[in-house]
């Protein structure tokens, strides 16, 4: 159950890192979301085939694609939030 808790804090983090702003470049969410290339390649893909990722070029002719969160995927962030608050004060007894 671990791993896969870990797991998705990795896409919760990606998706949160991508959401701020209007694109990010693979290095940059490796860097905000702390995760190695191992890591990060499977989860990035992962998101874009579920939609909750855009995979975008702001050139044409551009090198690196960009990244940034759907609608979906700030829906799911919002929702993962609002359950661990919710546990969180279930655990403290709130």
């Given at each position: 159950m671990k791993?896969?808790?870990?797991?998705?804090?990795?896409?919760i983090a990606i998706?949160?890192?991508?959401?701020?702003?209007?694109?990010l470049k693979v290095t940059h969410v490796q860097s905000v979301a702390n995760l190695s290339s191992a890591d990060l390649y499977p989860a990035l893909k992962f998101l874009v085939e579920k939609d909750l990722l855009e995979?975008?070029?702001?050139?044409?002719?551009?090198?690196f694609p960009l990244y940034r969160t759907t609608e979906e995927g700030k829906r799911i962030?919002?929702?993962?939030?609002?359950?661990?608050?919710?546990?969180?004060?279930?655990v403290l007894g709130v």
């Open positions: 791993l896969w808790r870990n797991r998705i804090e990795w896409l998706l949160q890192a991508t959401s701020k702003v209007e694109g995979k975008f070029y702001q050139k044409r002719k551009a090198k962030v919002r929702l993962y939030r609002e359950v661990e608050k919710a546990l969180a004060m279930e």
